[in-house]
């Protein structure tokens, strides 16, 4: 390029240039200007260029955790929740998503709904049928029994029943490294079966700010 231009009277100073801006920017950080941006607007980023060695497991970082008074994990049970009652929950809550149950005593996990699509499912339901009120009982079930007085709504066709989850007793190294590798918003945590809590990514990077000395409550995400 040099030679079809006749510059290589410049290469000496562009060279000099190059490597004194390098320098100088090695001397304020070794992050680049996007690293910086995405620190300054709060992006949900986890490096993969840097290694997270945390001797602890998801039973300490998931929410809720055990042994503190957090509030209970939103779910919705399979078949005994309502048109209203999961409206209500879509109203008060900003969640992306909710797993499901199979009963609220057993907490045995059946799947994960995403909140728009069972947002437009429900409405879909309602403009269509009539019959359908706020005490009509949703199910995630393919067994569905006949209600005569309110027809019951099927929403299995928007459960994914093959969540991502991970046990109580995982490391978090290996959770981090998941996070990474698949891109993952959230996991659930489980133990035999049975729902304890989600780990989102938010979540890991409060804890390694943690691991770190800082305060993970002056962390804030855009």
């Given at each position: 390029m040099f030679e079809l231009t006749g510059g290589l009277t410049y290469i000496v100073p562009l060279m000099v240039a190059i490597v004194t801006s390098k320098w100088v920017g090695d001397a304020?950080?070794?992050?680049?200007?996007?690293?910086?941006?995405?620190?300054l607007n709060g992006y949900p980023f986890m490096d993969s260029k840097r290694d997270?060695?945390?001797?602890?497991?998801?039973?300490?970082?998931?929410?809720?955790?055990?042994?503190?008074?957090?509030?209970?994990?939103?779910?919705?049970?399979?078949?005994?929740?309502?048109?209203?009652?999961?409206?209500h929950l879509l109203e008060e809550t900003e969640y992306?998503?909710?797993?499901?149950?199979?009963?609220?005593?057993?907490?045995?996990?059946?799947?994960?709904?995403?909140?728009?699509?069972?947002?437009?499912?429900?409405?879909?339901?309602?403009?269509?049928d009539r019959y359908i009120t706020s005490e009509s009982l949703v199910y995630f079930t393919p067994n569905i029994p006949i209600h005569t007085d309110h027809h019951p709504v099927s929403l299995e066709l928007w459960l994914d029943k093959s969540p991502f989850c991970i046990t109580d007793q995982t490391p978090i190294d290996t959770v981090i490294e998941i996070f990474r590798k698949m891109g993952l918003r959230h996991v659930l945590v489980t133990h035999n079966g049975r729902l304890l809590g989600i780990i989102t990514k938010k979540d890991l990077l409060r804890h390694i700010a943690r691991v770190a000395n800082m305060d993970p409550d002056s962390i804030r995400f855009n």
């Open positions: 304020f950080g070794r992050d680049g200007i996007y690293d910086g941006h995405i620190h997270f060695k945390h001797k602890t497991i998801a039973a300490n970082v998931m929410r809720p955790r055990p042994r503190r008074n957090e509030p209970p994990l939103q779910t919705i049970p399979a078949t005994t929740a309502t048109v209203g009652q999961i409206e992306f998503g909710f797993p499901v149950v199979l009963s609220g005593d057993s907490q045995l996990l059946a799947g994960y709904v995403y909140r728009t699509e069972i947002s437009r499912a429900l409405t879909h339901a309602r403009s269509s």
